[in-house]
């Protein structure tokens, strides 16, 4: 995973499989990229949340 941290948009559409011109490939990534589902706030809080959550051992008191 760490060697993937650095991508770029462009690499991303190269790679992209649609049958599509390149411009629509970086248009469309850019757009679902964007969506306000994809935050950080919205998807990777409670994802870090839940591997905190499993990683920390539980304590009893």
């Known amino acids: 995973?760490?060697?993937y941290r650095?991508?770029?948009l462009s690499r991303i559409?190269?790679?992209f499989p649609q049958?599509?011109?390149y411009k629509s490939r970086v248009?469309?990534?850019q757009r679902f990229l964007n969506l306000p589902q994809l935050s950080t706030k919205m998807l990777w809080f409670p994802i870090i949340k839940?591997?905190?959550k499993k990683k920390s051992?539980?304590?009893k008191e």
Do not use: F, G, K, Y
């Open 1 to 3: 995973m760490q060697s």
């Open 6 to 8: 650095d991508v770029s």
């Open 13 to 15: 559409a190269e790679l």
């Open 19 to 21: 049958p599509i011109e």
């Open 27 to 29: 248009r469309n990534l």
């Open 50 to 52: 839940q591997l905190v």
């Open 57 to 59: 051992p539980t304590t």
